[in-house]
Structure formats: structure tokens, C-alpha cells
């Protein structure tokens, strides 16, 4: 039985987490779900958004650790990298968000904890309510953050706060978390939040967002001279992109009539 449940409907995923009863913890069997239901959305060339959540009470309390070292051998073989991703299946079931070339957004309630956490973190936008919980809960039990938690706490955050969280396991609500730069924004209800924004986003030039995605991802540790480079290439394309005229004819079409009503 799978608990990772994905539909797609008029151009937007949803991707839930669906083992409610433990508050969505994370087995190997869930991560190889999150792996395998992003390369099926990254092959969706009708795709426009990806909206990420939990059912029941919570986002996903992290990795069920009871459930996961009664595999030792499966452990083993998920901590191996692919040389060809540079990931292993931990790394890569919150990685692979960042390979989908639309914008994904994680919609969070309750805990958001360790690989949890990760997981919201490799999104482009994280929607939270303010009493969420937010945890880089991993030194608690004695280990890092090793689900690519590093390098999205890294493009978030300063080191030393960065430092902080993973030193102490300190928990954060949703607030909180928003004023470190963890949350984008916040929503009582986060999940009609998260598709209220993939709607905005759906009618945007699918080249543009998957441009953006790529330009802002891959170049936001990089030197100047790399992202004018990046910026250059990914401009020159879009620019006689059949997508680009679309959105190019309808944003003029809109822009006429505004003008001609300041006009009178």
C-alpha cells in the first residue's frame, strides 16, 4: 500500500502524504514513493504546479526510525548514491522537487519535522500555518539533517542560525519560522493557500517558471560571472520561444484596454 497518493488536475499536481495515524512518518518505502512520483511528474509536459501536503494532523513528523532500522539492510542499500544524481533515495526524495521543472509548493500544518522539514525546505514555497511546528529535529536523536537539509537551510538562512538549528533542535511555530525565512508565508488554511498561488503561477509561460526555477537554483551559490552567463543563455531561448509569444499577444491584448480606460 503506497502512502504517497498524487492527482493532477487541470495542470496541478497534488501530492499528499497519506499515513496519517503516524502523523505522516516517513518510511523507505514513502521515500521511494516521493522519488518515483516526482520523475513521473517531471516527465508531465502539461504540468504547471506541484502542490505538496499531509494528511490528518500534520505535514510529516519526520523519519519513523522504529519502522526504518528493522531494515538494516534496505538502509544500507537507499544510503548508496546514484553517481548519475549525486543522491542517495533520502537525499533524492526531497531533491527530486528541485528536478521538477515547475514550481512546487509545500502546504504545512502541524509537524514539520527532520526529513519533514527537508522535505518542505526543497520546495520552491512553503505556505505554513502559524502554530505549525518546525523542527530540524535530527540532533535530538544525535544525527544531521542528511535528506539535503544542508544546502536548502544554506540558501535560506545564515550559517549561523543555520548552525543553531541543527545544534539544538529548537522547535519553531510557524511564525517563527517565517520571521528566520524558513516559511514564505502564512494561511490558516495552507493547502487552499498553496493552490490559490499554482493557479496564479498556471498561467504563466511554463518555459518562463521552468527557466526561473533552473536559473535561480542553479546559480544561487554561483559566481557573477556564471549567473550572467546562466542568465544570458536562458534569455536568448526564451526569447523565440513559442510560449513567450503567448504570453508576450496576451499580455499586450490586456494591456491596451487598461490604457485606453486611464486614457478617458
Do not use: Y
Not at 523542527?135 to 543553531?164: F, H, Q
Not at 526564451?238 to 478617458?264: C, I, M, Q, S
Amino acid at each position: 500500500m503506497s502512502h504517497v497518493t498524487c492527482s493532477v488536475v487541470d495542470g496541478i499536481a497534488h501530492v499528499r502524504l497519506d499515513r496519517p495515524d503516524k502523523l505522516n512518518a516517513l518510511t523507505l518505502q514513502i521515500l521511494d514513493d516521493l522519488v518515483s512520483t516526482a520523475q513521473m511528474l517531471r516527465k508531465d509536459r502539461t504540468l504547471r504546479a506541484v502542490v505538496v501536503s499531509g494528511e490528518g494532523d500534520a505535514f510529516c513528523a519526520g523519519l519513523d526510525f522504529a519502522h526504518v532500522m528493522k531494515q538494516p539492510v534496505k538502509v544500507v542499500t537507499h544510503f548508496v548514491p546514484r553517481p548519475w544524481r549525486g543522491t542517495n533515495t533520502f537525499q533524492e526524495a526531497c531533491w527530486a522537487w528541485r528536478r521538477v521543472p515547475v514550481p512546487v509548493i509545500a502546504a504545512v500544518h502541524g509537524h514539520c519535522l527532520g526529513g519533514g522539514l527537508q522535505i518542505a525546505l526543497a520546495a520552491d514555497f512553503r505556505i505554513a500555518t502559524p502554530e505549525s511546528q518546525w523542527s530540524v529535529l535530527e540532533g535530538k536523536w544525535g544525527i544531521i539533517p542528511d535528506m539535503s537539509g544542508i544546502r536548502s537551510l544554506a540558501e535560506l538562512v545564515g550559517i549561523d542560525t543555520a548552525k543553531r538549528l541543527t545544534m539544538t533542535a529548537e522547535v519553531l511555530t510557524g511564525k517563527e519560522a517565517l520571521d528566520l525565512g524558513l516559511v514564505t508565508e502564512l494561511a490558516a488554511d495552507p493547502v487552499s493557500a498553496a493552490f490559490e498561488l499554482a493557479e496564479r503561477l498556471r498561467l504563466r509561460s511554463p518555459d518562463q517558471l521552468a527557466a526561473t526555477k533552473r536559473l535561480f537554483n542553479d546559480t544561487w551559490t554561483a559566481s557573477p560571472r556564471r549567473t550572467f552567463a546562466r542568465e544570458r543563455a536562458e534569455q536568448l531561448v526564451l526569447l523565440f520561444a513559442h510560449n513567450t509569444k503567448v504570453a508576450r499577444e496576451a499580455a499586450f491584448a490586456k494591456a491596451v484596454p487598461d490604457f485606453a480606460r486611464r486614457g478617458r
